[in-house]
């Protein structure tokens, strides 16, 4: 019972750290004329390598329902459903081939399955799912969507070249910086985290 609320306790921490972090997102225009580039997966995989899956899953949730309260959503919850497919995506199978291979080699490889995997369907997600719910809601078409992509990056001219000049390179960045900054921390934090979950 007490190691339950200890777990639950760090998944709190880490959910609104991950929450934070959203708002120290940064726009790369070049890459993404809709999305900001944030951390908040950092948090989540952190501790998804602590806490297993089922504690990976606390954390996002903590983070979306904290962003959902307090900042409500400029997207009709299209953004927030595309943060969760893709934090899943990209922060399960991490976490889920980590317990298996409790190494760095398993990590690396853990980290790199859940990084394709997150890109291969932010492709699909942003094609079938979001970018045409978002389109409906708004009384848009994606000529609208290319036009403004294209006036910042002139390579964009239509949807596949939306998805090799925006979505692919937006998301290979956004996987890569989260990925080697969990390298930097993670042996920092989870020493302490695990100590306190044993206490």
């Known amino acids: 019972m007490k190691t339950n609320v200890q777990k639950l ?3 709190a921490i880490m959910g609104t750290i991950s929450f934070i972090l959203i708002y120290l997102g ?3 225009p070049i890459l993404s004329a809709f999305a900001e580039l944030d951390l908040s997966a950092l948090p989540e995989l952190i501790g998804g390598f602590i806490l297993g899956p089922v504690g990976a899953v606390e954390i996002i949730v903590i983070k979306l329902v904290l962003k959902l309260a307090f900042d409500g959503t400029t997207s009709a919850f299209t953004g927030e459903l595309q943060n969760l497919i893709l934090s899943l995506a ?7 081939y980590y317990q298996k291979h409790k190494t760095k080699k398993g990590a690396i490889i853990g980290i790199l399955i859940g990084s394709i995997l997150s890109i291969i369907i932010a492709i699909f997600t942003n094609i079938y799912l979001i970018f ?5 809601l708004y009384g848009m078409n994606w000529d609208i969507i290319i036009e403004t992509c294209s006036k910042i990056n002139p390579y964009i001219k239509d949807i596949p070249t939306f998805v090799i000049f925006s979505v692919i390179p937006f998301n290979i960045v956004s996987r890569a910086i989260t990925s080697v900054l969990t390298f930097l921390i993670y042996k920092r934090l989870s020493v302490p985290l695990k100590k306190f979950m044993a206490a």
């Open 26 to 28: 940064f726009s790369i």
């Open 90 to 96: 990209y922060v399960l199978p991490s976490v889920i």
């Open 9 to 11: 306790t760090i998944a």
């Open 132 to 136: 045409p719910a978002f389109m409906y």
